[in-house]
């Protein structure tokens, strides 16, 4: 018999039932992942959890947790710490093609000392170009030079530079590495939203939270599939299993999982900020959200689906 209860008496009920723990905390725990089935386009995220799982998860490369009611598991996620950067010359694309011109005439003249080619000097070649923003190509042109010379002295001291990278500004992060629900389980009571959508944004979300209480981190993200014509163990270690896809629009599955994370749990495209891919996602998109917005984001995707719901 269905009961028809409203959203936060779901969410009441999930959060009495279910429980969250790590992969390796319980040796019990490796015999109950054998049961864990994803559906066929997850597969990749099974043989992940039954055969590289509990290595990583012990020696630290990724941190495993299982979703539970009782022993049954219902949802895994794992959690990796993550770092983003911003590139020495990532304000170039908000500048003209002219005032790109100027900074790299007036940096080089600068970084090779010829006192004669000043800044105002350039900006006098460009006398009659309207498209130049006078003070923030100062300012900029400053920054840049000493940026430079910074980096160049910082060449010259450093023991090991050949395996150093240069960058502008970095920002921690933590990668939701994988996120796969157990398609052997159905939880007994009518939920009128995906139990992925609750185990991210009451479970996953929670966890994050705590770790950027205890640790410096400003982004969240992923890297979600794109490519529709490669199946999804090929292509993401994400995919939720919990959400419809019509068998007439299969030709374009993946491309709605992508929307699956931007629509329901809020992640966007990434600009501003570079990323550092690793090879087994190269044919995924990668999507994050700042770790202070999650709180906002989470109470919005919750009224939205109210608000379907109603």
């Not at 160049?152 to 970095?170: A, F, G």
Request: with cysteine; aromatic share 12%; charged share 30%.
């Amino acid at each position: 018999m269905v009961i028809d209860i409203n959203i936060q008496e779901q969410c009441e009920l999930l959060r009495s039932q279910l429980k969250i723990e790590l992969l390796t905390s319980d040796e019990a725990n490796r015999e109950i992942i054998k049961n864990f089935r994803s559906d066929k386009k997850g597969k990749g995220l099974e043989r992940y959890l039954k055969e590289d799982a509990w290595r990583e998860d012990q020696q630290g490369i990724t941190k495993v947790y299982l979703v539970k009611d009782s022993d049954n598991i219902v949802f895994f996620f794992a959690l990796a710490a993550g770092l983003l950067y911003k590139e020495i010359n990532s304000d170039d694309v908000n500048l003209s093609k002219v005032e790109k011109e100027i900074l790299d005439l007036c940096v080089e003249a600068r970084l090779q000392e010829n006192d004669d080619i000043t800044p105002d000097v350039v900006f006098s070649w460009y006398a009659d170009t309207d498209d130049i923003d006078k003070e923030k190509l100062h300012r900029i042109i400053d920054e840049r030079i000493q940026f430079k010379l910074d980096a160049k002295e910082d060449l010259e001291k450093s023991e090991n530079s050949i395996n150093i990278k240069q960058v502008s500004e970095t920002f921690p992060g933590i990668v939701l590495t994988h996120f796969c629900k157990n398609a052997s389980y159905s939880f007994p009571e009518h939920l009128s939203f995906p139990v992925g959508f609750y185990v991210f944004w009451e479970i996953v979300v929670e966890k994050v939270l705590y770790i950027a209480s205890i640790l410096g981190c400003q982004y969240l993200y992923l890297f979600a599939a794109d490519n529709s014509e490669q199946e999804y163990m090929q292509v993401s270690n994400l995919y939720p299993g919990d959400w419809e896809i019509d068998d007439e629009e299969d030709s374009q599955p993946v491309y709605k999982l992508v929307e699956y994370y931007k629509n329901e749990l809020k992640f966007e495209d990434v600009q501003d900020v570079t990323i550092l891919k690793p090879y087994y996602d190269f044919s995924c998109i990668s999507l994050l959200q700042e770790i202070s917005a999650l709180s906002e984001n989470r109470n919005a995707a919750w009224i939205q689906h109210s608000d379907v719901n109603n």
